[in-house]
């Protein structure tokens, strides 16, 4: 399960999101396992990516954000409107460096 952020640490990783684009597009079928396995593969390479999620309900986006949440193994930073950001820290060579707190 990915460790859980401080509010300094995701008011950092806001700051560095705020440029990015989705790189992730969650359509009308949901969560499925290829997302997963391309949300893990971005994770593995960015640390950090943004995904845009195809629903009209709120609770459904939640849902689903945090279901790719918990399956790929990030901490979600914010969600504005349809747009989440995921983190999760690289095993190998980290490239984020997080602020203490």
């Known amino acids: 399960m990915a460790?859980?952020?401080s509010n300094p640490q995701k008011r950092y990783l806001r700051g560095l999101a705020h440029d990015l684009k989705p790189v992730l597009l969650v359509g009308a079928k949901g969560i499925t396992d290829n997302l997963v396995a391309e949300a893990g593969i971005?994770?593995?390479?960015?640390?950090?990516?943004?995904?845009?999620?195809?629903?009209?309900?709120?609770?459904?986006?939640?849902?689903w954000l945090?279901?790719?949440?918990?399956?790929?193994?990030?901490?979600?930073v914010t969600r504005i409107g349809n747009i989440g950001v995921l983190y999760r820290r690289s095993q190998d060579k980290p490239l984020i460096v997080l602020p203490k707190g």
């Open 42 to 63: 971005a994770l593995g390479h960015h640390e950090l990516i943004k995904v845009k999620v195809a629903a009209g309900d709120r609770e459904l986006r939640d849902e």
């Open 66 to 76: 945090a279901e790719l949440c918990q399956r790929a193994d990030a901490a979600l």
């Open 3 to 5: 460790a859980a952020l």
